[in-house]
């Protein structure tokens, strides 16, 4: 099955411009090469009508004894006259008849049949009216050439005041075909060129007003609308929008927006309020990992204020901290609170908590970060952690401050079977192992110094 092309709208507006040139192009050039030719052939049937009528002219002022062979010299003075030159014909024939059909005189020598008097012959005598025949018909000229002639019959008032005989003339039209002919030539070629450059104007004019007015904006619309549905929630259709239809088309994509937004922000309301009412569960049920992520919270956010990140930053960081673990709710009470070190088993089980917390914020799309800092806060610089075994800046920078924030914490923090070790001997041993593997080390070295210099401005 044949299948049109896919056009864009500019493909199509192009060919709808150039065929409606092309009909236009076709259509002045027929009409107005008709209106030419029926124009000359007018303008010739008069030339022919008053050339006539000065030949009948002088032969009604000759008497009612002028012999045939005396008209036959004003019809031959006629035909020989300088002014033929002006004409865009030449006289073939020219013969004058009587009202009874019989030929008076004629052009050329020799005998001419009667004229039959019940057709035009008669009639034009009759009704005193010319006649003309204005189809041009051929006439074979010696059996070779093919002009085109036309007849003319005018009534004449031999000596007489009624009309009693008839004057005619064929009429060879051969140079008007050619001069129209040549002045076709170049007519079609003005035409053609006055209306090449129109079509092309108006399609310029056309297409650059539709590209203007619609499909610039259009592009500009799909544009906003394809970052939009890619996540970029505040994309919106930039003022200034035209006060047309199409700027109301843009101004119903912007609300569409908004109201989009809105939806999806207070979803996401939503549901981190019931993250939190799940922190508060997780309280309950383990009290060391809520006073724990706060205390993470707070020293994550400190060594983010001591990279100089921007306040937003550390608003993503202070809350995905804080709930960073929040996946131990699906780890049993016998792991989470034993007083003492886990087995293999115990701990395998515990890793999942990470995935665990991952999965629980995979519906917040604007706070991908959480997501993040949960899912990989356990990988190693070195490749060695766990879930993916992720590497260097593989881990998001976010993931890597909490795990050093973690790391601080579990060695200083107090646990349910022992408590944490003073400050000074957790940052020496750090000071060994700031490069083992485990952290960014450039991160922990900022970290120890940190930690260092609050120490003395606590002293
Ligand atoms: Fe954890």
Wanted: charged residues 25%.
């Amino acid at each position: 099955m044949f299948h049109f092309p896919r056009l864009s709208v500019t493909h199509k507006i192009i060919a709808g411009i150039l065929l409606g040139f092309v009909l236009n192009v076709y259509l002045i050039m027929a009409i107005s090469e008709e209106q030419l030719e029926k124009a000359m052939m007018e303008q010739v049937t008069k030339q022919a009508q008053s050339y006539l009528l000065g030949l009948s002219l002088q032969m009604e002022r000759m008497p009612a004894e002028t012999t045939g062979e005396q008209y036959r010299q004003i019809i031959l003075a006629g035909m020989a006259e300088e002014r033929h030159e002006f004409l865009y014909f030449s006289p073939l024939e020219i013969y004058l008849y009587s009202k009874t059909g019989k030929v008076i005189s004629h052009s050329q020598e020799g005998t001419h049949a009667d004229k039959p008097m019940e057709g035009v012959y008669g009639r034009v005598i009759r009704q005193g009216k010319p006649q003309i025949s204005m189809e041009i018909k051929g006439k074979t000229n010696g059996g070779s050439n093919n002009h085109p002639t036309i007849d003319v019959i005018i009534p004449v008032r031999l000596a007489s005041t009624e009309y009693n005989a008839g004057l005619e003339a064929e009429l060879d039209m051969g140079e008007l075909l050619d001069l129209i002919r040549s002045n076709d030539d170049s007519y079609e070629k003005q035409i053609f060129l006055l209306s090449t450059s129109t079509a092309l104007l108006v399609f310029l004019l056309v297409w650059g007003l539709i590209h203007r007015l619609i499909l610039r904006h259009i592009y500009q619309f799909a544009e906003t609308m394809r970052a939009f549905g890619a996540g970029a929630m505040e994309q919106r259709i930039p003022a200034p929008l035209p006060k047309d239809e199409v700027g109301q088309l843009g101004l119903a994509i912007n609300s569409m927006a908004d109201n989009i937004e809105r939806l999806m922000r207070e979803q996401e309301e939503n549901y981190l309020q019931t993250l939190q009412s799940l922190s508060k569960a997780l309280e309950a049920k383990d009290a060391y990992t809520q006073s724990h992520s706060a205390r993470v919270s707070k020293y994550a956010v400190m060594l983010g204020r001591h990279m100089g990140m921007p306040k937003e930053k550390l608003n993503v960081l202070q809350k995905g901290a804080l709930m960073h673990d929040l996946g131990k709710i699906g780890i049993s009470d016998a792991i989470l609170n034993k007083p003492a070190p886990l087995t293999d088993e115990e701990f395998s089980i515990m890793k999942t908590h990470a995935t665990y917390t991952a999965t629980i914020m995979r519906p917040l799309h604007r706070f991908h970060e959480f997501l993040e800092i949960a899912a990989w806060h356990h990988e190693r610089w070195d490749g060695k952690g766990y879930p993916d075994g992720l590497q260097g800046e593989q881990i998001p920078l976010l993931a890597r401050i909490v795990s050093i924030a973690d790391t601080w914490d579990a060695m200083t923090g107090d646990r349910v079977y022992r408590k944490g070790m003073p400050k000074e001997k957790a940052l020496a041993i750090l000071a060994k192992e700031w490069n083992s593997g485990q952290w960014d080390p450039q991160l922990m070295q900022l970290f120890i110094r940190m930690i260092e210099e609050n120490s003395t401005l606590e002293k």
